[in-house]
């Protein structure tokens, strides 16, 4: 019985037990392992990977395309999304209004020249679908509003005696514009629906 328990008492301790001492040695250089890792991907993904800012003031490369060479063109103006651009279009004493793509060399006249007319404000409406244009007759000093569908149709005048071109409110509803009384000399921003109906003057400026 003595010599058994001799035996039982020399045995060699287990390997579990003996490897739990080394692992809690071991931890912290693990911790410190992975920080040192985690700090590397941060470094490499701020100063490598990550898209530098663009530096203020900086631009980017711009090109410069040429829509018309005819010389004849002025009052342009482009559409909301970007695709079309309107202007007009002087062939002598006659002028016409033009519709042109950006993209590809398309022209195509949306209001025909008439004699001793002066076409000016041109905008496009929100949506895209009209084109709103000032029309001037002769030596007269005074522009009726018209609209003209982009796709094809009828012009439609729907103000008188304006100042400025028209400038929409944000629902596109309504828009703006200039008005002057030559015989008064009183100046006023007027609004209106978008069919040209329900004018009233926002503000009045009289002299002095």
Not at 7 to 26: D, M, Y
Not at 43 to 65: E, H, L, N, S
Not at 100 to 121: C, F, L, M, N, W
Not at 173 to 181: E, G, H, L, N
């Amino acid at each position: 019985a003595a010599v058994t328990q001799t035996t039982q008492a020399t045995q060699p301790s287990s390997p579990v037990v003996a490897a739990a001492p080394r692992a809690r040695r071991l931890w912290p250089f693990v911790v410190l392992g992975g920080l040192v890792l985690a700090g590397l991907a941060f470094a490499a993904y701020r100063f490598v990977w990550r898209p530098r800012a663009v530096a203020p003031g900086a631009r980017a490369p711009m090109k410069i395309k040429t829509l018309t060479d005819s010389g004849r063109a002025s009052e342009a103006v482009i559409s909301p999304d970007g695709r079309l651009v309107a202007y007009v279009f002087a062939e002598g004493a006659r002028r016409s209004i033009h519709l042109r793509q950006v993209v590809e060399p398309s022209d195509k006249e949306i209001v025909p020249a008439a004699p001793a007319t002066h076409y000016s404000g041109l905008t496009f409406s929100p949506d895209g679908n009209y084109l709103y244009y000032l029309a001037r007759a002769g030596t007269l000093e005074v522009n009726d509003l018209h609209r003209v569908p982009l796709l094809g149709g009828a012009t439609r005048r729907l103000n008188h005696d304006l100042r400025s071109a028209v400038t929409f409110a944000p629902d596109a509803r309504r828009f703006a514009f200039v008005r002057f009384d030559a015989r008064t000399k009183e100046s006023s921003v007027v609004v209106s629906e978008a069919d040209g109906s329900g004018e009233r003057a926002l503000a009045l400026h009289r002299p002095p």
